[in-house]
């Protein structure tokens, strides 16, 4: 069925460097899915507690933002592929540092500094720049299309990396390997990925840069590299702040360890369930961009983002494992439905010689905002009495944001749906 879609879909006018974003897109999503499902593990393996893991985890996102800040508003200025590459290599390096050392202090530097992903989404400087990129070679009716199909892509390689992960932990668990060991080799394998996708950076074209005169306009006077759009995309940034410090309260690896802490399902398990709810958020990002051509990219964000907030909140209220896993899928199989939609609607909402920046800067508002709520999860799943508290915050946080998005700008379409 995909591959009967793909032969009408605008794949078929992807440049190579196109192409080449796309399966550093896959591979890089792959390593932040198996990462996600034993990351947690790991850390209370290696002796810290929750609370510390919690802390550790919210460092990283933290450090995340500052690294993305610099980078992407830098990029078009500086070179995208250039800030790839560094984001690339930011990686492997942390990846390295986690898999050799169990000093909280090194491992703590290792989160800030570097690019961990704990939640199996996006961390880092890449998605902006990359998004960028993609928006600057296909027309503004294809776009939402493109980011689906590039959503699509991602969602699965979180799904095979969470199965992979799982299955690989298993398999080395039967080979004799302590569980802690098996989940360092996943670290490891992490680390090697980033030092792949560096190498796949290198062969981008000058055509992945922004557009020289463009590029060049950008001064230090701007505010972060973005003038003309500037009101639009801080009013963006600050409900996309909301919308991640809620979804930081069940990112993927501390739900991983919540049906852990409440069901007892082992990792291997736990790759399985994750693998479907990937799966399942990838096809619902293909049917976001037809919704999105009847009924607006505004409109589309938030009638799918809604329902899904209100079963994210029934996990915790299910009263055996089977239920709470239906929740979850049911949950996935609509949640994002707003990711390419929202992409989109902020590539068509600034100007062109902005996207970077503007990709950049709300992408750090959503890390910022997902940053804080890890480490009061931690907390809260360190007390038996308050590990369900997580969900209900998340859902209610999210569902609060999608009526202020709703309010702000059902009545500003993009110019394709303005014509």
């Known amino acids: 069925m995909l591959a009967g879609i793909a032969k009408t879909s605008p794949l078929r006018s992807l440049s190579a460097d196109g192409r080449l974003l796309f399966l550093t897109r896959f591979i890089r999503l792959f390593s932040y899915g198996s990462l996600s499902v034993i990351l947690v593990f790991y850390l209370t393996g290696l002796g810290l507690s929750e609370s510390q893991t919690g802390m550790v985890l919210t460092l990283t996102l933290l450090g995340d933002t500052a690294v993305s800040l610099?980078?992407?508003?830098?990029?078009?200025?500086?070179?995208?592929r250039r800030m790839l590459v560094i984001g690339a290599a930011l990686m492997a390096g942390a990846g390295l540092t986690f898999a050799l050392t169990h000093q909280l202090w090194l491992l703590t530097a290792a989160a800030t500094i570097g690019v961990i992903s704990p939640s199996g989404n996006e961390v880092g400087p890449f998605l902006s720049i990359e998004q960028?990129?993609?928006?600057?070679?296909?027309?503004?009716?294809?776009?939402?299309?493109?980011?689906?199909?590039?959503?699509?892509?991602?969602?699965?390689?979180?799904?095979?990396?969470?199965?992979?992960?799982?299955l690989f932990t298993q398999t080395l668990e039967g080979a004799a390997l302590t569980p802690l060991a098996s989940e360092r080799a996943v670290v490891l394998l992490y680390a090697a990925l980033g030092l792949?996708?560096?190498?796949?950076?290198?062969?981008?074209?000058?055509?992945a840069e922004a557009p020289r005169a463009a590029g060049h306009s950008l001064t230090a006077k701007t505010l972060l590299g973005i003038g003309a759009s500037r009101q639009i995309v801080l009013k963006l940034s600050a409900l996309f702040a909301v919308d991640a410090f809620g979804g930081g309260f069940v990112v993927q690896s501390l739900a991983a360890y919540w049906f852990y802490l409440r069901f007892r399902v082992s990792p291997a398990a736990l790759g399985g369930i994750f693998f479907w709810a990937n799966v399942?958020?990838?096809?619902?990002?293909?049917?976001?961009?037809?919704?999105?051509?009847?009924?607006?990219?505004?409109?589309?964000?938030?009638?799918?983002?809604?329902?899904?907030?209100?079963?994210?909140i029934l996990v915790p209220l299910m009263p055996n494992l089977e239920?709470?896993?239906?929740?979850?899928?049911?949950?996935?199989?609509?949640?994002?439905?707003d990711v390419p939609t929202r992409q989109s609607y902020t590539m068509a909402m600034v100007r062109p010689e902005e996207r970077s920046a503007a990709a950049g800067v709300t992408g750090v508002a959503r890390t910022t905002g997902a940053a804080i709520a890890p480490w009061l999860?931690?907390?809260?799943?360190?007390?038996?009495?308050?590990?369900?508290?997580?969900?209900?915050?998340?859902?209610?946080?999210?569902?609060?944001?999608?009526?202020?998005?709703y309010r702000a700008f059902v009545k500003r379409p993009p110019p394709e749906e303005a014509e």
């Open 70 to 80: 610099w980078m992407t508003t830098r990029a078009d200025r500086f070179g995208r």
């Open 132 to 166: 960028a990129a993609l928006a600057g070679v296909v027309p503004d009716r294809a776009r939402t299309g493109v980011f689906a199909w590039y959503t699509l892509a991602g969602a699965f390689a979180t799904a095979a990396g969470a199965l992979a992960a799982g």
């Open 196 to 207: 792949l996708l560096a190498a796949i950076f290198l062969r981008l074209s000058p055509a």
């Open 280 to 312: 399942f958020a990838g096809i619902s990002a293909l049917l976001a961009s037809r919704l999105a051509s009847r009924i607006g990219l505004v409109r589309t964000m938030v009638f799918t983002h809604l329902p899904s907030n209100i079963l994210l």
């Open 323 to 337: 239920l709470a896993v239906l929740m979850l899928l049911l949950r996935f199989s609509i949640s994002q439905m």
């Open 377 to 405: 999860a931690g907390f809260l799943l360190g007390r038996p009495s308050l590990i369900n508290l997580p969900f209900f915050l998340a859902g209610g946080l999210k569902i609060g944001y999608d009526l202020l998005l």
